[in-house]
């Protein structure tokens, strides 16, 4: 009797040996990679989960990455709750674990746990871009390809798709004018088509601010927008951008080319991909193409770049002046003189070229 109480008392303490040595084997193996990493984010690792991705995907994701000492732990506290909370308490979230798709930065300093939350919260990787006033369809393109969004060259098909255009109620053969400048939050790999209509939405939206140009039917509203595009590249100080406007619809009125250096820049650059010029030359002005407005008059066949508000106000609520011509005479202000004929204009002419604006 007394050896089998012994025998007994040996497997009960076996038992507690092998039960506290378990505890402390799956404590240990559920505590954080590294201990001592605190709230630095400079240990964080950027871990992205696609759309579908398993539990299991994602603990070995976790683990290769180092930030889980192992998968199976990982795996059975995303099944079962009540481990979860058993492990890390009960302040622990008791539902199901939802793994969702998304960019994430996790630290080897958060447990299971927390790591769990954090893929369960569907949190984003925004990336901040700011794109001014005047950029062009290819120019925006390129800001966004170098910035993870989308490729440049689906940027620049989506954009330059006549149904495309049609579609987001644009009378033109492209979006460009449309695109509204702004600083945006994307996030990485975002469709083109995508990107495209969250700017062409922020333009219609921001035109409200225009009571002229948003009640415009339109064929108008395009018109405006080439007109705006011009003006964007022609006013460098923000008082002078109507005036501009003016001169413009002056001529315009009375069938005169608008004689713009900045169309000219346009088909240089976006229509037969040069470089961008130190200077307009004499016989850039004589190239035979709809976009050149010292060889034709009326507006070139669409906008040039993507205007921004003080362009659009200045074509849509234009005063009206008796100016014809303006020229650069400040050109570190980015000022300008106005004129009525054509004799003023050549008494005030100077040797000034006008630096390119953006």
């Known amino acids: ?13 076996l038992l ?16 954080p990679v590294l201990t001592s990493a605190g709230s630095d984010d400079s240990n964080k690792v950027r871990i992205e989960i696609p759309s579908g991705m398993s539990v299991s995907g994602a603990a070995k994701l976790l683990a290769e990455n180092n930030l889980i000492r ?9 099944r079962y709750p009540q481990l979860k909370s058993f492990l890390y308490g009960k302040q622990t979230k008791s539902s199901a674990f939802v ?8 630290s080897p300093a958060m447990n299971i746990a ?5 893929l369960s919260s569907g949190q984003q990787e925004y990336i901040k871009v700011s794109l001014p006033e005047g950029l ?10 170098e910035n993870r969004i989308c490729s440049a060259q689906d940027f620049i098909s989506i954009c330059k798709n006549a149904d495309f255009a049609a579609v987001n109620g644009i009378n033109g053969e492209t979006v460009e004018g449309f695109l509204f400048p702004d600083t945006y939050f994307f996030t990485p790999g975002m469709t083109a088509e995508t990107v495209a209509k969250i700017m062409i939405e922020n333009f219609f939206s921001k035109i409200n601010q225009i009571p002229s140009l948003a009640a415009m039917n339109s064929a108008d509203l395009y018109q405006t927008v080439v007109l705006a595009s011009i003006v964007e590249r022609e006013y460098r100080v923000e008082e002078e951008a109507p005036l501009i406007a003016s001169v413009f619809k002056n001529r315009l009125r009375r069938n005169i080319g608008l004689y713009s250096c900045a169309t000219v820049e346009y088909i240089l650059t976006e229509i037969e991909g040069r470089p961008h010029p130190e200077r307009i030359l004499i016989e850039d002005t004589k190239i035979d193409n709809p976009y050149n407005t010292y060889k034709w008059a009326g507006l070139p066949p669409g906008p040039i770049s993507n205007p921004g508000l003080v362009a659009l106000k200045a074509c849509a609520d234009t005063p009206k002046t008796n100016y014809y011509f303006f020229q650069i005479v400040d050109p570190a202000a980015g000022k300008h003189i106005f004129t009525t004929n054509f004799d003023e204009h050549v008494q005030s002419h100077n040797l000034y070229t006008k630096s390119n604006k953006r």
Not at 1 to 13: A, E, N, P, Q
Not at 136 to 145: D, P, V, Y
Request: net charge positive.
């Open 99 to 106: 793994l969702r798709s998304g960019i994430y930065y996790v």
């Open 114 to 118: 927390e790591i769990q939350e954090l």
């Open 16 to 31: 507690a040996v092998i039960i506290s040595t378990a505890y402390f084997f799956v404590k240990k193996i559920a505590s």
């Open 70 to 78: 192992n998968e199976k732990l990982f795996y059975y506290t995303a």
């Open 136 to 145: 062009t369809i290819s120019k925006i393109a390129a800001e966004l390809e």
């Open 1 to 13: 009797m007394k050896k089998k109480l012994i025998g007994t008392g040996v497997f009960v303490f």
